[in-house]
């Protein structure tokens, strides 16, 4: 993960801020005054504090190096940050962990970081009501963890979900594994705690499970990524933990019959808590980096599990669908067992890693698409020569094409720049979007107009507008 | 449903629109436009046409007759509307079948209905995708029997789903007895086709089961009650018809002891996929209008329903926890004993109705709050002398205070406003908000505030004025 990607839209990744952001004057009157007003150890200046936030785990790096890192432990330090910044104009980049995909966390010359990392409490963790209120750097598999202590769970899981916070999967909506049936963050956010760019605070949505009280502000903030509002908490709905969880792992002659039975599976009415599907190049990468013959077994691997008071008659009708048309199939409800059938997944990235640097593409399509999906995505391939791996969220039509690029070269290839162009082109034709989780960064924006259309492209504007007329707030990303 | 009541917020309604809403020269200027730009057949004038647009299920009625219904039947028709009504400055009303709670559709002098009751076709039901297409006035209950052909439910079920609109339900985000375990209206709905204010088409969303592509303007148009846009087709998720549902009814002491039986459940880590809970004047009322002898068996009856493949193992779990808290606790499978059972609730409004005039309340607590906010209620009826009956969507915390009225009064009394006023201040007090699943309309309108705070309540009116700059739209509603 050390090359950095050149950034396409680096040009006018500014472009929404005014001319001050750039303006050393600007710049000096923000330094003196976070100087002055903020405690000792919150704000971080030079290169060896700001490098580190210029990219993200896109490996997009805009050009230049931020201002300044504001490394936020209250709600109040953001005030102070953002009453300046507003004041005088310049630039601020929010960020969680940096694990974010698409760039929306990189930040560039003239920027002022706001750190949220360290605001990592959880306030409050009701088992009565099933929520939680936690502050927005809480890494997300860290309230998973305090909520299974009482039987429940935060069901939105990002494959990052170890590493990742809270906050910055709800900048970006984040999905997961455990969407089709579970949601992805949106549905888990009840209300949020923000502040508006010049500092005010607003307290969005509720902590009901239901409430119709004026606009949905709280469905607005999650993913807009960090272009909206500053997120300084969040109220967040848990669930109970499935009572019981059964694995199955099936083996197909390739992408398109694995792709044919999730179909057969929704046809059948079966909802799957998990429905991983990938092909044979992941499979084989996977054996090269591990040692297993996966390949061997099939062109294509169907990871499915079924959960709840149902999870084992649900898993037998699955399997009455899969048997016929799978090479193999093998049902577990131990957990270990569950483990072993489910490494081939969690290693698929991590294997991939091995053979040279992955740009992660993250397309969706309607659930019946997926093998017509998978056909573009190997089209494209051929046609720009570039390597591409695919594996998929595939009860919910999310696929993640990746390509492996030469780690040698100092920037994203033109074929590859091609290829991923065609991939999106391909999931609008096919009726989907060309991001189904990690959002729009700044990676995806050259080709946001076309799924959006200019006068919605105009009105999301004028949106951003209401909420920034300044256009400090991560300016040049997700819009 | 024959007594309007008087509208508080009548002196203000139009407040938002320009003062050309009322001027005559803009009003037969647009009338003359109307008639000559739409087919015949589709603009109705004069009093007889648009006298039953003036009020809505809630009866609330603000001053005058609306200048013109436009029953439109295509987009077309809605556009021409628009664009003239826009050019004119000319308020226009979106409605559905009008059965709203809050006056959110109620149509006052100088404005044009857009009736959409006329665009009912289910234009698309994709059993492999498991969403539909429909344009707004499709009848809700009708999509959901369209879907039932293949075996999949439209799950959103407000109680007036036999006679609303999708349209409506999405205006405002309506809820529904499904709703803790199967999400309210913003949680079906993936994709709409609306119209902005001057007319331009919109596409928002997506058919896909995940998308972050922009900010989600389709869970913003959701519930902003026809103040930003007009919804000319909605794409929705359908999700599968239940494998087996089973009903259990309990009789409680009172209901505080039905409420923390419910608690009991939400800690046993249950999901009904219903949880109703009557009080004893309900129960009463019911007695009192169907000759049943329901009040004798307790002082308050639940009502609930576990629902899936785990659905008899999660019904006995819930019975387990029943049993010692409830006077009597009865269990069945069968669909005919279930609506035996369910027919307290069912019959609740229509016997309400024989005593008076209801004005019904919508508000939401955390779910561990519901004995708490029950107590509040039956204070606020007792310190201002009127007669309030409560059922509540007990899962996620909804309860419905209805305020039965003398019908032969000219308007809502003093007596009913201050004991209404007094339920939402409760409602905030304990972490809850004034509307569930009814929505704001006009007469939420004074308490609005309180909830959102004035920042956010400034934000929410900059977000309209982004959509809306002209205030066309549905003035003096939800906001």
């Known amino acids: 993960m050390t090359v950095p ?12 801020a005014p001319a001050h952001a750039t303006d050393a004057d600007a710049a000096a009157a923000l330094l003196a005054a976070l ?35 504001v490394h936020a432990t209250r709600t109040e330090h953001l005030r102070t940050a953002l009453r300046h910044a507003h004041a005088l104009r310049v630039p601020v980049v929010p960020r969680g962990a940096g694990t974010g995909l698409s760039g929306g966390a990189s930040a560039g010359a003239g920027s002022v970081v706001l750190d949220l990392s360290g605001m990592n409490r959880i306030l409050e963790l009701s088992p009565e009501e099933q929520i939680a209120v936690v502050e927005p750097g809480v890494i997300t598999a860290d309230l998973d963890r305090a909520a299974g202590e009482f039987g429940l769970a935060y069901a939105p899981d990002p494959a990052s979900a170890a590493i990742s916070t809270i906050g910055g999967n709800i900048a970006t909506n984040a999905g997961g594994l455990r969407c089709a049936k579970y949601g992805v963050t949106r549905d888990a956010v009840l209300g949020l705690d923000a502040l508006l760019a010049d500092g005010t605070p607003i307290r969005t949505g509720r902590r009901t499970v239901k409430g119709v009280t004026g606009y949905d502000l709280t469905g607005l903030l999650t993913g807009s990524e960090g272009t909206l509002g500053v997120i300084t908490a969040a109220t967040v ?3 109970p933990v499935p009572e019981e969880t059964v694995t199955v792992a099936a083996y197909f002659a390739g992408f398109a019959e694995g792709a044919e039975a999730v179909s057969a599976l929704t046809a059948a009415r079966i909802e799957p808590a998990m429905a991983e599907l990938l092909d044979g190049p992941v499979l084989g990468a996977v054996d090269d980096a591990q040692g297993t013959d996966l390949r061997s077994r099939g062109g294509a691997l169907l990871l499915v599990q079924c959960d709840g008071r149902g999870a084992a008659a649900e898993a037998d009708a699955a399997v009455r669908r899969l048997r016929g048309r799978a090479d193999s199939v093998e049902v577990t409800k131990d957990p270990a067992e569950a483990e072993r059938l489910l490494a081939a997944r969690r290693l698929a990235l991590p294997s991939l890693e091995r053979l040279g640097r992955p740009l992660i593409e993250d397309i969706a399509v309607p659930r019946n698409q997926l093998a017509a999906a998978v056909r573009e995505i190997d089209a494209a391939a051929d046609r720009h020569g570039v390597r591409i791996f695919t594996f998929a969220h595939a009860a919910d039509g999310n696929l993640h094409p990746i390509l492996v690029l030469d780690p040698g070269l100092p920037a994203v290839p033109d074929a590859a720049w091609r290829a991923a162009g065609d991939i999106f082109s391909a999931a609008l034709r096919l009726g989907g979007t060309l991001t189904g989780e990690h959002g729009v960064g700044t990676l995806k924006r050259r080709w946001l107009g076309e799924e959006l259309g200019p006068d919605q492209h105009a009105l999301q504007r004028r949106l951003k507008a209401a909420f920034d007329p300044r256009g400090i707030l991560n300016p040049g990303k997700a819009l």
């Open 237 to 239: 709905r848990l669930r």
């Open 35 to 69: 100087r002055r007003d903020l405690p000792d150890g919150i704000l971080g200046t030079g290169p060896e504090a700001t490098g580190p936030y210029a990219t993200d785990r896109s490996g997009s790096r805009p050009a230049g190096l931020p201002l300044a890192v």
């Open 5 to 16: 990607l050149s950034d396409p839209d680096t040009a006018d990744r500014t472009g929404s």
